[in-house]
């Protein structure tokens, strides 16, 4: 699974660490996620979501695989 996490991230000027704080997670978390070495939860990805003020699916999607 894709994400533009890293981009959402620098848009808002958010350090991984603060947005940890928003979503409750630790920073390594959102360092995993941006790297793309971990999918995360149903409640994670609507929380990450929603502190961006977009859909899951702006943020999360799946890689096509041609």
Do not use: C, H
């Amino acid at each position: 699974m894709k994400n533009t996490l890293k981009v959402e991230r620098a848009i808002k000027g958010w350090t991984q660490e603060e947005l940890a704080k928003k979503v409750s997670v630790s920073r390594q978390t959102i360092n995993t996620l941006e790297a793309g070495k971990y999918v995360p939860s149903t409640v994670l990805a609507i929380k990450i979501a929603r502190v961006f003020g977009k859909a899951v699916e702006d943020i999360f999607f799946l890689e096509d695989k041609d």
